[in-house]
């Protein structure tokens, strides 16, 4: 045989027969596609808007019928909300509360008087909405004023097109310029309210007779939009450096913790855990070892990327107590991901693949690539199991969503525990006898 | 120093039998040599001994210590493993402390060892060199020390010559010739039956994980080696080749005549022990 066909058929063996490789040669880019095609073809037809929701502190028809056509956007997915006898905090500030979670993009309240406001819209003040954004979701934030904004106008269009509703709000309005406004403003607004009145007759007429070209929206402005600070220190001025240095650390993690792991394999395959093995020392021992310089550089480089961030870009977290609970959390969490990528596979090439594929899985499913409100439902329940959320939570809590030392409390727990888990799966699955 | 014995050693992976009744006395001070050719067993043997494999049956104790993979046994077992087994980013002195310190050699009592077993390896001028700029050579040498680096009363070399040139081959016979005079206990596997001859008290023949014969080197070429042979030319005859039990009877009948042009004796060797009792040469 001709030594190229040669090499290329040992090497087309060696492929075949080296499963994990043949496995990310050929299943894993099918599962990778079909994963990133299901998630943006909205898994079956679930919205995939920006999630959002809705605060009716008004409670009338008009902001009733106001919350039902935010819902019915295609652009936002609503999550219910609703009172709750059982929870001391008020509605907005549950909300406030879903919002620095990361849970929602952002709240929409109807502040008391939306739905009057509405109906009287040629008079007395304009319907106010209040959004309290992510201050990391700023893209959203924009499109979201836009959305509301539009919802608003529509609401206007339909009183246009519609002959009796306008000149059932023309006429109170005149009677209301009349009766309170000063001469000036009569002078400008009753010529107005009239013309609008018959306005309403002639489109009533067009109506009668088949045109419906339909009317258009006029100069007012149906809605103000106020803009709530979510953070509870309205003093802190978030920055993009803010958003960027966690997500680069949470990368730095996996990637240190992807190192670590392989360097069981290394030991391994290299012939020194033969050495360790016979050592008079625990295999305990040796694990917790290997953990330790894995979590001291795992907390050395959160140190040091914030204190970059910190020196560099003002990146200065809320609470410093806070942060440290975060690293320390975040390291062990991460020691765990390390031993379960240490017993992922035997050899440095099933290491290398599975371990990256695992990390970008997590980093897909947690947050990493995706914003968590962008996600599928789906997607955000399966997160939860992903350590780059929570790290990504506890980094943002400590830093700059304000977090209270209770609310720190839950991501730091969860990472902890997936760092637990981890270590004693990893220490329970790890083959020692590999190491004849 | 104690005595190692391995009883009725056996070990399976699926249908291969791997060690099959392995029994054997390592006495306190003998260099042992444990002959075969490649996959007999004796890898297989040395796991058992070390703790890292179990035997399917059978048992290795070290006197006074029990079980060797107790942490007592282990104290007093070094390992110079066939592949080599080092921080390739480390230097040589940083290898040799990370293993001491394994075995618990900290301190002052480190750096002394650490630096008598650099002389010791001839490694000492390029202690703090990375090891990944060794020679294979080199590394074996600094392999070699890393199972010495705890002063264990018995060192097992599974195939330390493995892949290194003739010079670094003799400075390894020379470690291990030091380390018989200092008195300690090697195990020496090799498929090398020179070796085994130049540095072995006694040898144990190993093939498809039994042992054929055990004995000092000289004994086994006398009992299972064969006969001399006595080679000699005559003036203007061809190469002449005489087997004899009594080589020197036979050359005096040979000298007899005034006609020798050449005349030596080829005695049986180890090679000749494995043929005998195998039916096949030790590089089948």
């Known amino acids: ?436 | 120093m104690p005595t190692l014995t391995l009883d009725s050693l056996c070990k399976s992976f699926g249908s291969l039998r791997a060690v099959d009744g392995v029994s054997l006395e390592i006495r306190p001070g003998e260099c042992f040599g444990l002959l075969g050719p490649n996959g007999a067993g004796k890898s297989t043997t040395i796991a058992m001994i070390m703790g890292v494999l179990r035997p399917d049956s059978g048992s290795v104790t070290l006197e006074g210590a029990g079980d060797t993979s107790a942490a007592q046994a282990r104290r007093a077992i070094g390992l110079a493993p066939q592949a080599l087994a080092l921080y390739d980013e480390l230097s040589a002195q940083e290898n040799l402390e990370f293993f001491g310190r394994l075995y618990g050699v900290t301190g002052a009592a480190l750096n002394k060892r650490v630096d008598e077993l650099l002389r010791f390896v001839d490694l000492h001028d390029r202690r703090r060199s990375r090891v990944k700029t060794y020679s294979g050579g080199m590394k074996r040498r600094l392999n070699l020390a890393a199972g010495l680096v705890h002063d264990p009363d018995i060192l097992l070399c599974d195939e330390p010559t493995v892949g290194v040139d003739p010079q670094s081959r003799n400075a390894i016979f020379d470690i291990v010739e030091s380390l018989k005079a200092g008195g300690k206990t090697v195990l020496y596997t090799t498929h090398y039956m020179e070796e085994a001859q130049r540095l072995c008290d006694r040898v144990a023949i190993i093939d498809h994980g039994r042992i054929l014969a055990i004995d000092r080197v000289d004994s086994l070429i006398r009992d299972h080696g064969g006969q001399s042979e006595v080679v000699f030319t005559r003036r203007g005859h061809t190469e002449i080749t005489e087997r004899t039990d009594e080589p020197l009877a036979t050359i005096r009948t040979i000298v007899a005549h005034d006609d020798i042009e050449r005349l030596h004796i080829r005695r049986p060797s180890l090679e000749a022990v494995f043929l005998n009792l195998t039916g096949r040469t030790l590089r089948d």
Request: aromatic content about 10%; charged content about 20%; some cysteine.
């Open chain 1, 1 to 436: 045989m001709n030594p190229i066909l040669a090499m290329a058929k040992k090497d087309l063996t060696y492929l075949v027969r080296d499963r994990t490789g043949f496995f990310f040669v050929f299943a894993f880019p099918v599962i990778f596609a079909v994963f990133f095609g299901l998630i943006f073809s909205g898994m079956g037809g679930e919205s995939s808007g920006i999630k959002v929701v809705v605060v009716d502190l008004d409670n009338s028809e008009g902001s009733k019928a106001f919350a039902e056509q935010l819902r019915g956007s295609e652009s936002l997915r609503v999550i219910p909300f609703a009172e709750d006898p059982d929870n001391d905090l008020s509605l907005t500030e549950r909300a406030a509360r879903a919002v620095r979670n990361g849970t929602v993009a952002a709240y929409i309240q109807l502040e008391p008087g939306f739905g009057e406001s509405q109906a009287s819209m040629f008079q007395g003040e304009s319907a106010t909405i209040t959004i309290g954004a992510d201050p990391s979701r700023s893209a959203e934030s924009g499109m979201l004023e836009g959305i509301v904004a539009e919802k608003a106008y529509s609401e206007m269009s339909r009183m246009f097109s519609d002959p009796d509703l306008m000149r059932d709000q023309s006429r109170k309005a005149l009677e209301s310029v009349r009766a309170n406004a000063s001469p000036a403003v009569r002078m400008v607004m009753v010529p107005f309210l009239s013309s609008l009145d018959q306005f309403a007759d002639g489109l009533e007429s067009l109506e009668s007779e088949g045109d419906d070209s339909g009317g258009g929206g006029g100069g007012f402005n149906p809605v103000t939009i106020n803009h709530a600070d979510v953070l509870k220190d309205s003093e802190h001025e978030f920055s993009a450096f803010e958003l960027s240095f966690p997500q680069g650390l949470v990368w730095g993690l996996m990637s240190a913790a992807f190192t670590f792991g392989l360097s069981f394999v290394i030991e391994r395959t290299r012939g020194t855990l033969l050495r360790l093995r016979i050592a008079p020392v625990p295999t305990g021992a040796i694990l917790a070892g290997k953990s330790l310089a894995c979590f001291t550089l795992l907390v050395a480089l959160s140190s040091a990327m914030l204190a970059f961030g910190a020196v560099a870009f003002d990146v200065r977290p809320d609470s410093v107590a806070h942060l440290a609970m975060a690293i320390v959390a975040i390291g062990c969490c991460w020691v765990g991901v390390m031993m379960l990528i240490a017993v992922s596979g035997k050899t440095e090439a099933a290491v290398g693949g599975i371990g990256w594929a695992i990390l970008m899985l997590m980093a897909m499913i947690g947050g990493g690539m995706i914003p968590r409100p962008f996600m599928p439902s789906w997607m955000e329940t399966v997160g939860v199991i992903s350590p780059v959320r929570w790290s990504l939570q506890a980094l943002e809590g400590a830093l700059w969503r304000g977090y209270s030392t209770t609310e720190m409390l839950t991501p730091c727990a969860v990472l902890a525990g997936i760092g637990l888990l981890g270590f004693l799966c990893g220490a329970r699955l790890f083959d020692w006898s590999a190491a004849e």
